[in-house]
């Protein structure tokens, strides 16, 4: 009997696994994670520092990362590591925790501004239906990740990706919608 018995307990547990992994399967077929915000990122630059020490040299890199919902809200960060790939992943944090709301006017922008920062200067215009983003690339990840469509754009000065970011975000900073601007002039 102790054989028989053995043999039982050696069976009911190969069963039970059967079942977990039917009810497993089950549970990930109904269950669905919460719909998190989805997020679009785009790197616009690495920037490579190397320090000489006694050993040799020690690189360490910096990612200029802009974050995105293309549903209005967008951000840039800044992150620094000794891997290309952490940096990147803490300029994404940093951007994220930096989101900015762009107004928008269907798939355009209110009006037009001009915006400078250090060196940099951009030109931002709306531009009718069906025009597309015509911008540089470091303005055209900015304004595409914010989820305008049809805007017109101009770089003056310095093309320098991390000045040219901050300039578009004082751009969108003095951008106001039709709402806010109502309100300013006390009409309802």
């Known amino acids: 009997m102790d054989k ?11 069963e039970k696994t059967e079942k977990v992994e039917k009810a497993e399967k089950q549970a990930q077929v109904t269950y669905q994670a919460p719909a998190a915000e989805e997020f ?6 690495i920037n490579r520092c190397s320090k000489v020490v ?20 967008v951000g840039y960060g800044y992150g620094k ?20 709301t762009v107004p928008r006017r269907g798939t355009t922008i209110p009006h037009s501004v001009i915006a400078k920062f250090s060196g940099s200067k951009v030109l931002i215009r709306p531009a009718s239906e069906g025009t597309g983003l015509i911008a540089g690339s470091t303005l055209r990840a900015v304004l595409g990740l914010a989820g305008v469509v049809d805007v017109l754009t101009k770089s003056l000065g310095s093309s320098n990706p991390s000045n040219l970011v901050k300039a ?5 900073g003095q951008m106001n919608s039709k709402a806010q601007i109502q309100e300013k002039l006390g009409k309802n």
């Open 4 to 14: 028989e018995e053995i043999k039982k307990e050696k069976a009911a547990p190969a």
């Open 40 to 45: 679009g990122e785009v790197v616009l630059s």
């Open 54 to 73: 006694k050993g040799g040299r020690n690189f360490s890199f910096g990612a200029l990362v802009v974050v995105g919902d293309r549903k209005g809200k």
């Open 81 to 100: 590591a000794n891997e290309v790939s952490d940096a990147i992943r803490k300029g994404g944090e940093a951007a994220k925790k930096n989101m900015v």
């Open 168 to 172: 578009a975000f004082k751009a969108i």
